[in-house]
């Protein structure tokens, strides 16, 4: 066996693998199936395929738009290499995909094609399954096959049940987007559209939804993420290296936003404030400066924190963004290499690129899952 059908046994092992991983989660968010549950049944696995179908159709459209655009450009590509995750706690059963490129993009417009025809290709995958989940939505009756609890307080169980809920049932929220709030309003019968609370147990809406929290993930223009590539193409490299580093650690401040509650005698701020100094010393390598500079700035972000919990305690950002900031600032990078050609893009590449900084717009959920 030769190395290319290894690279595919391994590429085809880790689809099926995020097959089963995402059907298993997607039985389990939707259906409240856990499959260490007793009594788990091959039924309630087979339900699951209600997310992982339409999720996996969205990554995998999202992936070859990719793949087929490098081809294109004559760019050596792999196929997808997908990530499966095990079954734990609040896993939605992958962390994507990625294909690698064996030959580096060697112009500008190579690089806009390839990183923006990803996000595209998924965007209109994830209209098209949006669409569909919000036009063929259950009766609202439907909630009361996952929560039977619920059917005493009727259709209005919603003003009971999560003022009264006890502290240790989790009650997850997934938060919207401005998309997602355009096609309630204009798409799904208002008398059938679910609770925020409930969201997950609508598996099309659930993938619809996570579609568009990935895309905008990968349309942020920073580094070389697809957004990254975006911001590369339309401004060219000094511009990108500002832009990507003003959206960073503005997605830091936001994520650290609340961390601390100096009010809070029992805070433990003695433990905290040198665990975040350290934490963002390490993010803010990814910019590049020297070691006094990161340093500098770190403590400059850390009293800024501070002084926001001192003087404006309510105002919180969303802490589910610290690993991704830490992924990028440490693994992904911020800044974009230069190409060897740097051409300007014709006018139809400018308007897909403004098209795809509208798209991550409208995907972008401040607070995906709370």
């Known amino acids: 066996m030769n190395i290319e059908q290894r690279r595919l046994l391994l590429q085809g092992g880790l689809f099926l693998a995020t097959v089963v991983t995402t059907t298993i989660a997607g039985a389990e968010w939707a259906f409240a199936k856990s499959i260490f549950m007793p009594g788990y049944t091959w039924q309630d696995f087979f339900s699951g395929f209600q997310f992982s179908l339409p999720f996996l159709l969205i990554l995998t459209v999202h992936e070859f738009g990719h793949y087929f655009t490098a081809r294109y450009h004559r760019v050596g590509v792999t196929l997808p290499y997908y990530i499966p ?41 994830a209209l098209i399954v949006l669409a569909y989940g919000f036009a063929t939505l259950p009766e609202p009756e439907y909630i009361f096959q996952i929560h039977p609890e619920y059917k005493q307080y009727g259709l209005d169980y919603a003003e009971t049940v999560y003022k009264n809920q006890p502290e240790n049932i989790l009650d997850i929220v997934l938060g919207k987007n401005l998309l997602f709030m355009v096609f309630e309003r204009f798409v799904g019968d208002p008398a059938r559209i679910p609770n925020a609370h409930e969201m997950m147990h609508y598996p099309v809406l659930l993938a619809g939804f996570l579609s ?4 905008s993930i990968n349309l942020l223009p920073v580094g070389q993420l697809d957004g990254g590539h975006v911001i590369y193409g339309l401004f060219g490299f000094k511009t990108h290296r500002i832009i990507a580093t003003i959206c960073f650690i503005g997605l830091l401040l936001y994520s650290g936003l609340g961390a601390f509650n100096v009010h809070d005698p029992n805070a433990d701020l003695h433990i905290w404030i040198p665990m975040s100094a350290i934490f963002l010393y390490l993010v803010l390598g990814g910019l590049g400066l020297s070691k006094q500079d990161t340093l500098m700035y770190a403590l400059i972000i850390l009293a800024f924190l501070l002084l926001m919990s001192w003087f404006f305690p309510t105002i919180t950002g ?14 992904i990078g911020i800044q974009h290499p230069p190409s060897e050609i740097e051409e300007p893009l014709d006018e139809k590449r400018v308007l897909l690129g403004w098209l795809a900084l509208a798209i991550f717009i409208v995907s972008f959920s401040p607070a995906p899952i709370g």
């Open 85 to 125: 995750l095990p079954p734990l706690p609040f896993s939605f059963g992958t962390l994507g995909a990625l294909i690698r490129l064996k030959t580096r993009p060697y112009s500008k417009k190579q690089n806009f094609d390839i990183g923006i025809a990803g996000p595209l290709a998924g965007f209109a995958m």
């Open 212 to 215: 568009l929290v990935f895309t």
């Open 318 to 331: 969303y802490s589910g963004w610290l690993l991704f900031v830490f992924m990028l600032g440490r693994v």
